[in-house]
């Protein structure tokens, strides 16, 4: 049986985001930055009601599927290209 690792922080220095950081049950450690502690709250439960997917998900992929996906925004905005 696997045992649960689940563990979250969220600190924050004066003038700065909001520092999340999660630990889901299959010892996945993320981290992100908000600029409202909630948004750091909920992000943190979305991690763990979907460690299972993405936990299966490969990550590269992803990755590289969230990259181009901006570029195409940039592209359609008519912006300069940064990547």
Do not use: P
């Amino acid at each position: 049986m696997q045992e649960i690792m689940r563990e979250f922080s969220i600190t924050r220095k004066e003038g700065e985001f909001y520092n999340a950081k999660v630990t889901d049950s299959y010892g996945n450690e993320y981290q992100n930055w908000f600029e409202h502690a909630h948004e750091a709250n909920d992000w943190i439960y979305h991690v763990w009601e979907n460690e299972d997917w993405f936990n299966s998900a490969n990550s590269q992929e992803l990755l590289a599927n969230a990259i181009y996906d901006c570029k195409e925004i940039d592209r359609e905005s008519n912006r300069r290209a940064i990547l």
